[in-house]
């Protein structure tokens, strides 16, 4: 850059610009031209004062004058423990404009998970599902953005951003390709840690980072002449750019110094350089504050602690002082380059009347201030905001900073503090709280409650952490009654998330053998009941099966807990393969007037999701299929309706996988599954929500005769021992079992299946349909070794009918038939079709169809199975029939 350059100071930090500008003018360009344009992600990365605020101020610039609609919001050091402060700050121009129906009406079904977040609705009861209220801002920004086209939206120090924010910008940014509109972010290297990293660098993956440099020396001797004068020398230009290394908010201030002294620009002077740039810099900026005096430091020091929404009124509340004394001092302070006035274009609603000239001038005021005095002045903070009406999470940030000093009053405003970030979807700043609640500390009876509220708080995210909380607050006195229950069945289902089923059979085990016969036992009786049938072990319990049977037979369902052991008992007699009409019996006593009960429902905390998942699948291996999508198909609309988009939702779809893939609806199945696993991916791999998502998928791909599509998924998920400590439906060792059969490496797929026999027969699971190893071992057997095979097949004949549903029977049946030839064969093939004509299961069908028209050489009954196959979207099954009729030798 040369002094061609406009000569005014303001620009500076835009000197050597002119790549980053054409790419921001580039990127205005296709966004102006068409309303269907893809959106666009710009990251700018650069170390304090390298100019990113001003390049993010040209942006407005140019955006403004091309007529785009601008919102801006930017990150602050002391503010990042505020959830959606900095998207809030971002949304506000829209969210004023915006009467309270009108907003209603943009967001929709979104509003009531979103709005709270945004500080527009009322938060509901109970805790907002993190992922839910993410994935509700995302979409309520979206269609905000359709309104306000063609919208920039720019965030400046972005590494200073609140974690919920940066959860957002991640989601956000990932879904541009359908959205018109510009997003612009800079931020420092490094700076951040943790998740906020992980979301940061989640952004960049969006888009190619440019990075700033520095100022050449060429382009800073530009500036020094166009500040001072083109008299400036070129030893003393180039002592400038060797003692600001070419910064550019240093270079001014250096510059800005010089003029201020009336040196003269050269190399006589230049020796004094060093000096005046140490005076602009962390403890020079203390130096030039203690110049102002005492009162002018204690009203920076006020405005540093508010961070934002700078008033001189709470800046005078805070430095204790009059108001027209600490406006004087304001004045100084803007003199002295140190606070500024908010920029007009930039400016928002509850900015305040000032804000400091850069965040390192903030930086440098804020930990000049003495640690007693920073703690004293945080607390004054919380108590004006507490004073003004935004209650205890606003306020939180500052009871934070407080010394701890056993103030009862203090934690218990983090406690209310933490319900309201829970309520919104914040468990990270809720955690916070009550953890700074633990330090202050509680009084002893209240310490355990503290250490239930943060286990809870921490449950979705930190299970582990949890387990740790719930331990300690169950060994100490205070929990009684419910709430050490409630505490118990949390501690365990924190266990279960952890992969630790064994100990949380044990923990509910020894709660129970404590408490009097009474409806907490048989709470805890049911939870132990509902862990231990989860259990995937190598052996069942030994008399489990028939103590759970002698205790629901006590019940008649007056109560959840009642209901609980019904529900359990029925899944319990369906995956051992017990009469299926004496399975559906107990799982309709359960239900009041065919429905769940109240406190059962799929978004009621007390029992959680895995007891009705046990209803619903007790249901789908019944052929009660109608029953068990009804569930299903409740569970996704009460979590979405809820906002609860991570691990419930993606167990929601892939059950609703399962109920479309036993009905025989295998594309809707495919779909739902994929569904599934996307959401499965952003909780984590490993749990057992993953698993079965993938089972299902890979399952279904099966079924539809996509065997290489099913082995690449199981390769990409891991579809593969060792399995996981919960059990999974269907049984994964048969489907992987199938699997490798249906990829050739039969051995392997016999060795498969033979671990499946061995694992089913020790838990006792004896059901055909959902552990189906045996009619697949049987065909795999049939040519090596008949005599086993035949075996086979009639002990699955023989459990079929022991369970005796339609489906169970055909299926059994159509592996009998596969045995035999000639007319057994045929016979066998048809008493098949008969059984699973009359099942649900129109897969089932479809393949009997097919393998009768086969056996029976009728092109009638072929045609019968081809259009059932292609129904379904068993691409295998249309295969195979086709080829059978195009060939044709034999039919009649």
């Not at 990075?211 to 008299?231: E, I």
Request: with cysteine; net charge negative; charged share 25%.
């Amino acid at each position: 850059m040369t002094e061609a350059r406009p000569p005014a100071v303001a620009s500076a930090p835009l000197w050597e610009r002119d790549a980053e500008l054409a790419t921001v003018t580039q990127a205005l360009d296709d966004l102006c031209s068409d309303r269907s344009s893809s959106g666009k992600l710009l990251v700018f990365r650069g170390e304090a004062g390298l100019g990113k605020t001003a390049l993010l101020a040209e942006t407005r610039r140019i955006a403004e004058r091309r007529g785009c609609t601008v919102w801006s919001t930017r990150g602050g050091e002391t503010l990042r423990s505020v959830p959606f402060n900095v998207l809030r700050q971002l949304l506000q121009p829209a969210l004023v404009s915006l009467l309270p129906e009108e907003a209603r009406e943009y967001l929709g079904d979104w509003y009531g998970i979103a709005g709270p977040a945004l500080g527009i609705a009322e938060p509901g009861e109970g805790h907002a599902d993190p992922q839910g209220v993410c994935d509700g801002l995302v979409a309520a920004v979206r269609r905000l953005a359709g309104r306000w086209w063609p919208l920039v939206l720019l965030i400046d120090d972005a590494h200073w951003a609140d974690q919920e924010t940066l959860r957002w910008l991640a989601a956000f940014t990932e879904r541009l390709d359908d959205l018109s509109v510009l997003v612009v972010v800079a931020r420092r290297p490094g700076e951040v840690s943790g998740d906020s990293a992980r979301h940061l660098d989640a952004v960049a993956e969006g888009a190619p980072v440019r990075s700033l440099s520095a100022l050449t020396p060429d382009a800073t001797a530009g500036l020094t002449r166009a500040t001072l004068g083109r008299h400036a020398d070129a030893p003393f230009c180039r002592e400038v750019w060797a003692v600001t290394g070419g910064n550019p908010y240093e270079t001014v201030e250096l510059l800005a110094k010089v003029r201020d002294g009336e040196f003269e620009p050269v190399e006589t002077h230049a020796g004094e350089l060093r000096a005046l740039n140490r005076s602009a810099r962390g403890g020079g900026i203390v130096a030039r504050l203690e110049d102002l005096g005492v009162e002018a430091t204690k009203v920076a020091w006020a405005a540093a602690i508010l961070g934002t929404g700078i008033t001189v009124d709470l800046v005078a509340h805070l430095a204790t002082m009059r108001d027209d004394d600490a406006r004087r001092c304001a004045e100084q302070l803007v003199g002295a380059r140190i606070l500024t006035e908010p920029h007009p274009a930039a400016a928002r609603v509850d900015d305040g009347e000032l804000e400091f000239v850069h965040p390192l001038i903030a930086t440098a005021v804020y930990n000049s201030i003495p640690p007693a005095m920073r703690t004293a002045m945080h607390g004054i903070a919380a108590q004006v905001v507490s004073e003004t009406g935004r209650g205890a999470a606003a306020a939180s940030r500052h009871l934070l900073e407080v010394h701890p000093d056993e103030d009862e009053e203090l934690v218990e405003q983090l406690r209310e503090a933490a319900r309201e970030h829970l309520a919104v979807g914040a468990p990270d700043a809720a955690r916070r709280c009550l953890e700074r609640a633990l330090v202050e500390p509680p009084r002893p009876d209240v310490h355990a409650h503290v250490l239930y509220e943060l286990g809870c708080a921490t449950l979705l995210t930190a299970p582990a952490t949890t387990i740790d909380h719930l331990q300690a607050a169950l060994a100490m006195p205070g929990l009684d009654g419910d709430k050490r229950i409630d505490a118990v069945v949390r501690l365990s289902q924190a266990l279960l998330h952890n992969d630790q089923l064994e100990e949380a059979v044990r923990t509910v085990e020894a709660e129970a053998a404590r408490q009097e016969p009474g409806p907490a036992k048989m709470r805890l009786q049911a939870v132990h009941y509902m862990w231990e049938g989860l259990h995937a072990s190598d052996a069942a319990t030994p008399g489990r099966s028939e103590n759970l049977a002698a205790l629901a037979r006590t019940c008649t369902g007056r109560d959840n807990s009642e209901r609980a052991l019904l529900i359990l008992r029925g899944f319990d007699a369906m995956t051992h393969g017990e009469s299926a009409e004496e399975v559906v019996e107990l799982c309709d006593r359960a239900l009041v007037n065919g429905r769940l009960a109240p406190g059962l429902g799929w978004t009621d905390t007390e029992w959680g999701i895995e007891l009705l998942l046990m209803l619903a699948n007790a249901y789908v291996y019944t052929d009660r299929l109608d029953r068990a999508e009804a569930l299903y198909t409740d569970a996704l609309r009460a979590y979405e309706t809820a906002g609860w988009s991570g691990g419930h939702l993606a167990l929601a779809h892939a059950y609703l996988g399962l109920g479309h893939r036993r009905r025989g609806r295998l594309r809707e199945a495919e779909a739902s599954l994929r569904e599934s696993l996307r959401l499965a991916e952003r909780v984590g791999r490993g749990l057992p929500l993953y698993w079965s998502a993938t089972c299902n998928l890979v399952d279904t791909l099966l079924a539809r005769g996509h065997a290489g599509e099913a082995w690449e998924v199981a390769e990409q998920y891991g579809f593969a021992p060792p399995y996981p400590s919960t059990i999974v439906l269907p049984d994964p060792r048969s489907v992987r079992g199938r699997l490798l059969l249906a990829v050739g490496r039969t051995k392997e797929g016999v060795n498969e299946l033979e671990a499946a026999e061995k694992a089913a027969a020790a838990r006792g699971h004896h059901n055909p349909v959902m552990v189906p190893w045996a009619v697949d071992l049987a065909r795999a057997l049939a040519t090596e070794d008949p005599a086993r095979a035949a075996r086979l097949a009639t002990d699955a004949r023989r459990d079929a009918e022991r369970f005796g549903t339609d489906t169970a029977i055909g299926e059994a049946l159509r592996c009998a038939a596969a045995l035999e030839t000639g007319q057994r064969a045929v016979r066998l093939a048809a008493q098949a079709v008969a059984y699973l004509e009359a099942s649900p299961c129109q897969y089932e069908h479809a393949a009997a169809r097919v393998e009768y028209g086969i056996a029976a050489r009728s092109v009638a009954e072929l045609n019968r199975g081809l259009a059932l196959a292609r129904s379904c979207g068993a691409d295998g099954l249309v295969a195979r029939a086709r080829e059978v009729l195009e060939t044709g030798r034999g039919l009649r």
